[in-house]
């Protein structure tokens, strides 16, 4: 018998102008934890893509138990017990969590689906592995975390052995995040094999017993986790040592870039106001940080911010300027930049190309549209090549790439190089560092506390609290729609915040007097 579940041994996969998975070995034992760690586009998704039958190496070949196989699609996958979580969570979002559960496994008898056995299934597997749900609610109504508990379950239930993880942390709050670890824990005990991709360090030491790291599609190595640490590992990835404290000097806070008042933003799912009254001020030379767990009002009062939600009641207003109801296009050409938090919705046009989403919001400068109202395609490209090596934005084939074959990574630093390059008085970014490894989390840091030395009002928003305790120079918790409280980084510790953040405590700011 193998002592391995699954081996991938000299994969490679090719797309137009790159190769994404270069003679890649990936060896899988039973039972155990195992991270798969790499830059953004280092080749991880592509390769579990192989793995599930998603996508056909060119070369290479997959061993489960020792013996070769043949994964020509997600059914085949699923016959060999391999299942797996998606960064995008694959769900009916109007069905219930039982029905999505169920979904192509549980045929009908005289036209219904037979669901009390299946029922009792669910239930027991929910108990065995601490995946709380509930079976009736309704995919569009339940957390991300319950949604993410739905896809667990669904590889539970077909008997899948080989599970999955890609980047499950992302979109979870850090509760949620410690359940996840802890029914991670529990499945490999039972004797699943796992496969876990993160950029999280701190992860990968806390659940997993071994490593492997891609670097530019090749096969760099795989450690035991006890024998490595965070900077060894980090240093495998990116090839080089990585500056996990952000260097700044003292803010220098100038005059108000953004004023805030008693700004209401209603609700989509709630009758209750999803922001209540949120006053606030942003001064050029600062990065003022709204910290807070995910579905707090965070969403909402940027979209009232940016326009992309109309307000109820409040003022905005812009250097000195009233923008409560100006339309969003001219507050960003008023000088608003905004890194949203869905890079896919607001953020890019994924069917265009990469020098095309660079200057997005931006054809009808005269540096890109000449008098007659033709595009500049040489300075577009231009342009859009500068940004790219600075931002080392990396794609198959660079500027005309299309925006939805780039890692999501590299989606990220494309949005994030736009906004940050289009010199503005008032950054807004939303979790701009969600989805980057850690050379590149690296990078953002010093662009955000460049803009603030450059005299930019900066508006973070973090669900990470090494993030906001590093990056920002004032913080604002913001709890059920309200800011409760305010601190200076250098004096408050995380627990405090962390109270803060789960409304256990709340103080008087001086928006709430
Ligand atoms: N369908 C596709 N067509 C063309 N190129 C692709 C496609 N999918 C991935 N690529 C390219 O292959 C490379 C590897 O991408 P992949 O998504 O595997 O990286 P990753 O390590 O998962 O990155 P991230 O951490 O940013 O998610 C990238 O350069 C990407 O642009």
Not at 280 to 289: A, D, F, N, S, T
Not at 315 to 327: Q, V
């Amino acid at each position: 018998m193998s002592e391995y579940a699954i081996e991938m041994l000299g994969i490679t996969k090719r797309f137009p102008g790159i190769i994404a998975n270069d003679n890649i070995t990936l060896q899988l034992k039973k039972g155990e934890i195992h991270a798969l760690l790499g830059e953004n586009g280092a080749g991880k998704s592509t390769l579990m893509s192989v793995l599930f039958g998603l996508y056909q190496p060119e070369e290479g070949e997959i061993r489960k138990d020792g013996k070769k196989v043949e994964i020509k699609d997600p059914n085949d996958a699923n016959d060999l017990g391999i299942g797996m979580v998606h960064q995008h969570f694959k769900l009916v979002e109007c069905f219930s969590v039982l029905d999505n559960i169920i979904l192509g496994v549980e045929t009908t008898k005289n036209g219904f689906l037979q669901k009390d056995g299946a029922r009792k299934k669910v239930m027991e597997l929910s108990q065995k592995y601490g995946l709380s749900v509930d079976p009736d609610a309704i995919i569009e109504d339940t957390t991300v975390g319950m949604q993410q508990r739905t896809e667990i379950l669904k590889m539970l239930y077909r008997d899948n052995e080989i599970l999955i993880f890609d980047e499950p942390t992302a979109v979870l709050t850090p509760q949620e995040i410690q359940e996840l670890m802890q029914i991670m824990k529990n499945l490999a005990a039972e004797g699943k094999s796992i496969l876990f991709i993160t950029h999280k360090l701190g992860e990968i030491m806390q659940v997993a017993d071994r490593c492997t790291v891609l670097r530019k599609g090749k096969y760099i190595g795989t450690v035991d986790i006890k024998d490595t640490n965070p900077e060894k590992l980090s240093a495998m990835m990116v090839g080089r040592d990585v500056n996990f404290v952000v260097e700044k000097d003292e803010a220098n806070p100038g005059e108000v870039v953004l004023d805030v008042k008693d700004m209401v933003v209603g609700s989509k799912c709630h009758k209750n106001n999803a922001v209540n009254g949120v006053s606030l001020q942003v001064h050029r030379g600062e990065i003022v940080c709204i910290a807070g767990i995910d579905g707090n009002g965070q969403t909402e009062f940027v979209y009232g911010l940016s326009g992309l939600e109309p307000i109820k009641s409040g003022t905005i207003t812009m250097n000195g300027k009233d923008i409560t109801h100006m339309p969003i296009r001219e507050r960003l050409t008023s000088g608003m930049s905004h890194i949203p938090e869905d890079r896919h919705k607001h953020g890019l046009v994924l069917d265009y190309s990469l020098e095309d989403n660079i200057v997005l919001q931006r054809y009808f400068e005269p540096q890109f549209t000449n008098k007659f109202g033709f595009l500049k395609r040489k300075e577009i490209r231009k342009y859009a090549n500068r940004l790219i090596e600075q931002y080392d934005i990396r794609s198959g084939q660079g500027a005309v790439t299309k925006a939805r074959s780039m890692s999501g990574g590299n989606q990220q630093k494309a949005i994030i190089a736009r906004e940050i390059d289009k010199n503005p008085e008032l950054l807004i970014a939303v979790q701009p560092t969600r989805g980057l490894d850690v050379g590149a989390i690296e990078h953002v840091h010093k662009q955000l506390v460049q803009a603030r030395d450059a005299g930019k009002g900066v508006l973070l928003i973090s669900l990470e609290l090494d993030e906001v305790m590093n990056v920002s120079d004032r913080i604002l918790v913001m709890y059920e729609g309200e800011i409760v409280g305010e601190f200076d980084p250098k004096k408050v510790t995380v627990e405090e915040l962390g109270l803060y953040m789960a409304g256990s405590k709340r103080k008087e700011t001086k928006s709430n007097e």
